[in-house]
């Protein structure tokens, strides 16, 4: 299967280092939301893999988490588009869970959910932690300068990691 990954914060919607914890500030990046509906269309399988601490930290709750990922799907449903499995991981970064990124939990999740390997998929994150989860499981750590990308550039980068300006670049490159 055509299976890519995003990271959510900073490569869907805009990233805030004050956390996103309500609908409104939840702001999507037009081009990114056009990019998931265009690979959608092509026959790809977009997931979403999210850090969201912020649940653990209680500055928001699932119900309104939820209420982004709605908001996320009825935007690319809007443009024919189709968004596929989103996970999140809700712990905080003591608790030792296996989800939270920079462990790879939740791409093993997605995979297993689609009962597929995930070598050589294409992770797409801002982050560092988003590349190391990438490399842990063997995916291909794909990195976009939104959100904290122009950050995570100025430190070293895992080897073969690809660099995009946004998730509109990405697309054109997985459809091109
Ligand atoms: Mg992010
Ligand atoms: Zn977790």
């Given at each position: 299967m055509k299976l890519l990954i995003l990271d959510r914060d900073g490569v869907i919607n805009q990233d805030s280092d004050a956390y996103i914890k309500t609908l409104d500030e939840w702001i999507p990046i037009p081009s990114s939301i056009a990019a998931i509906a265009r690979l959608s269309q092509a026959g790809w399988t977009v997931a979403v893999a999210t850090n969201q601490s912020g649940i653990a930290r209680g500055y928001y709750d699932l119900a309104t988490l939820e209420s982004m990922h709605a908001r996320l799907r009825q935007l690319v449903a809007e443009q024919g588009g189709e968004v596929g499995l989103i996970v999140h991981c809700p712990h905080g970064?003591?608790?030792?869970?296996?989800?939270?990124?920079?462990?790879?939990g939740m791409l093993r999740q997605i995979a297993a959910h689609y009962a597929?390997?995930?070598?050589g998929i294409w992770f797409v994150g801002d982050t560092s932690g988003d590349l190391q989860a990438a490399l842990a499981v063997d995916c291909q750590p794909v990195l976009v300068k939104t959100g904290k990308g122009e950050r995570t550039l100025a430190k070293p980068l895992p080897p073969g990691t690809l660099v995009f300006a946004d998730l509109a670049a990405v697309a054109d490159q997985l459809l091109s």
């Open positions: 970064p003591d608790d030792g869970c296996d989800c939270r990124k920079p462990k790879p597929t390997e995930l070598a």
